[in-house]
């Protein structure tokens, strides 16, 4: 199996609780970095990532621009900030217009991630109430990494999973718990 | 913005057309991008290169080249000018709380916007101003390299939609009058007080080849050296450091920081979240 180097996933509406699920799912030790761009309002504080730095040993912070991307970490893009990666595997901000009313996109972060890891590259779509991320997951697919939608119909809002799966470059649907299995499974 | 995802599975080709054409803008046309964050600028030329249907960046080099008006495109799509006013009204509230009473203490101040886009930071703190007394003993540069928004700046008009979000952030900023004093509003347009101008010079002026202009008492730059790389981070931050008096203030946007910066040790943190730095005394 291809030795996977990072993980993304988009999350919108009700984001919070599966993104919960998802990395308390994952085994102590889990090292693939994971880089998360949920949309938030844009006056909240990182609350966010101090909240799901309890779970486990996967130490989640917010990206901070020129930051370099590191095993065993889970990074969230910034409220307001499109979050970008670079080819030496840092990250990069921007606050250029909203795209798909969202900042952070997740299409702008899976499209770089896409460019950087290709087929070393997961992506994961998981609840939201748009369509941001679908061109991002076409994108994954079209250099070779694997893609993964959560289940439509378990998830808080079907309309983002819905959307990614239209396109026809989801290789599975999942429920988060199995997400997490599937993860585990990388491993060693 | 485009919905349509550009694939290249030869990123090598991409990067190096890309380099050719910031080199043919920097000895053509003086605008040095080369040390821009990358990522960034890819996605913008990629548009760009889409939207006039073109099928290279090399193509696209070559249209810049011989059409000075695609230059003028390519520039607004690389100068990301979107800003508000009271952007981060916790910002503002640090400055007028730890900063505002020691430049109290000068008999005159200037101070800088570099990077001020279309001008609303510029008039959000010119109110601070003049709501703190110090308006009329300040002059204010606004300075950016993109002529067109500085033109917007000059007007100081700005969509009344966006009025009731200002008049929010004017009030978490610490505002202490009503936000409607300041401006006059006719039809979607709100126009601000033209006195506001008074102290204010607008000018051109590129942070990455122009050098400093004034001795100054504090510098705004926010959400411009997001956009820099390491190297070049450096050389502003260098540029700012010359600019500024000894004990003079610099405040940079949320996600910049001076630390591991070559200034790094010249400077105090006078506010670590709102990154707020005070150059040392010595
Ligand atoms: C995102 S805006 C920031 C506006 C405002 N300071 C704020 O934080 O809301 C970035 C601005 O930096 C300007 N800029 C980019 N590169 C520059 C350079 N080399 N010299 C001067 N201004 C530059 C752009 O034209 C743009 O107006």
Redesign the pocket.
Known sequence: MQAFEAIVIGSSAGGLHALKTLIKGLKPGFDIPIIIAQHLSPHSENYMAHFLDQLNTIKVKEADEREKILAGHAYIAPPNFHLLIENDRTFSLT?EEKVNYARPSIDILFETAAEVFREKLIGIILTGANHDGANGIRKIRFFGGFTIAQNPSSAESDTMPKAAIQTGSILKTMELEEIAVFLNSLLN | MTNSVYYEKDDSILQLEMELLLEAVFRQYGYDFRNYNKAHVKRRLVYRMQQLKLESLSELQHKILHHPQVLALVLKDL??????MY?DPAFYLSLRKEVIPILRTYPFLRIW?????TG??VYSFAILLKEEGLYERSQIYA????TE?LETAKKGIYPVSKIKEYTLNYQDAGGKNSFSDFYTARYDAALFDPELKKNIVFAE????TDSVFAETHLI?????LI?FNRTLQNKVLELFNESLIKGGFLGL?SKENIMFSTVQDQFLITNPNEKIFQKKIL
């Not at chain 2, 300075?143 to 993109?146: I, P, S």
């Not at chain 2, 002026?205 to 990455?208: A, Y």
């Not at chain 2, 705004?220 to 411009?224: A, K, L, P, Q």
């Open positions: 606050v | 100068s990301i000018n979107v800003t508000e952007r916007h570099a990077g001020c886009a609303e930071e300075t950016d390299f993109n928004v002026h590129n942070l990455v705004i730059c926010r959400n411009v956009y946007g």
